[in-house]
């Protein structure tokens, strides 16, 4: 079946502008994550969604940053007055709650740099 | 607090033999641990995981992992290893302080394995 898709694959913007970068679950998959992988780095966690629970924005960088989730489907991530140091990979993962230890499963990402 | 450590940057070895990436963990309640490749300029593949039982688990591509509690540690292995192997490895421990199932990761570590 198919897997997490996210869109754009890559992302090219000048300092200071809104970027919009979105997600598509896995159909069925009630949780979904963002992370942010820098240059050479892990991966962060960025924010958690699950059903209509309030999300887990914990891991936010700062008010620039926000997400949406549209009951269980599409994920948007909205990058305000975008900086350089947030050039990064942006990943997108869905998983089916439920299970005692549920997987993970990562879209491609988004490469994102801002000039 | 919570943390996945991989001591190694990068890993050499020769195409058929065996290989090891390094990993330890620190976790607060049950350690859940994951192993997670990746190529270039794709997402992160699911290899395998540690929920409870035995201490050997086996996982995608002919890779396992090792998990010792004395030890703290998860160290993913290959009996004898592919040039295609040649990848991006993340350890990653679910943080058992929240209820979302957010993954912790380590810096990863590069495996190059030569003909």
Same mark, same amino acid.
């Given at each position: 079946?198919?897997?997490?898709?996210?869109?754009?694959?890559?992302k090219?913007? /000048?300092?200071?502008?809104?970027? /919009?970068l979105?997600?598509?679950? *896995?159909s069925?998959?009630?949780?979904?994550?963002?992370?942010?992988?820098?240059? &050479?780095? &892990? @991966?962060?966690?960025? *924010?958690?969604?699950?059903?209509? +629970?309030?999300?887990?924005? +914990?891991? @936010?960088?700062?008010?620039?940053?926000?997400? /949406? !989730?549209?009951?269980?489907?599409?994920? #948007?991530? #909205? *990058?305000? !007055?975008?900086?350089q /140091?947030?050039?990064?990979?942006?990943?997108?993962?869905?998983?089916?709650? &439920?299970?005692?230890?549920? #997987?993970?499963?990562?879209?491609?990402?988004?490469?994102?740099?801002? @000039? | 607090?919570?943390?996945?450590?991989?001591?190694? =940057?990068?890993?050499?070895?020769?195409e058929?033999?065996?290989?090891?990436?390094?990993?330890?963990?620190?976790?607060?309640?049950?350690? $859940?641990?994951?192993w $997670?490749?990746?190529?270039?300029?794709?997402?992160?593949?699911?290899?395998?995981?540690?929920?409870?039982? =035995?201490?050997?688990? %086996?996982?995608?591509y002919g890779?396992?992992?090792?998990?010792?509690?004395?030890?703290?540690?998860?160290h993913?292995?290959k009996?004898?290893?592919?040039v295609? =192997?040649?990848?991006? $490895?993340?350890?990653?421990?679910? =943080?058992?302080?929240?209820n979302?199932?957010?993954?912790?990761?380590?810096?990863?570590?590069?495996?190059?394995? %030569?003909?």
């Open positions: 079946g198919a897997g997490v898709s996210q869109s754009p694959s890559n090219v913007t /000048e300092k200071g502008k809104d970027v /919009e979105r997600c598509d679950p *896995i069925g998959h009630t949780a979904l994550y963002w992370y942010r992988q820098r240059l &050479g780095q &892990g @991966l962060e966690f960025l *924010i958690y969604f699950q059903g209509n +629970s309030a999300p887990d924005k +914990s891991g @936010l960088p700062s008010d620039r940053f926000s997400a /949406e !989730r549209t009951g269980e489907s599409v994920s #948007t991530l #909205t *990058i305000q !007055r975008t900086q /140091e947030d050039s990064a990979v942006y990943l997108c993962a869905s998983s089916l709650r &439920g299970q005692r230890v549920e #997987t993970q499963y990562f879209g491609p990402g988004t490469r994102l740099l801002v @000039l | 607090a919570q943390s996945v450590a991989q001591p190694e =940057d990068q890993v050499n070895v020769a058929g033999n065996p290989l090891t990436v390094k990993c330890t963990y620190s976790v607060s309640g049950n350690p $859940y641990l994951f $997670y490749v990746q190529y270039p300029n794709r997402g992160l593949q699911f290899l395998l995981k540690y929920i409870t039982g =035995d201490n050997l688990v %086996k996982g995608s890779f396992e992992a090792e998990f010792n509690k004395s030890q703290t540690s998860f993913l292995k009996p004898s290893a592919l295609s =192997d040649s990848a991006l $490895y993340f350890c990653a421990v679910r =943080d058992g302080a929240s979302t199932g957010k993954l912790i990761f380590g810096q990863g570590t590069t495996l190059q394995v %030569k003909p």
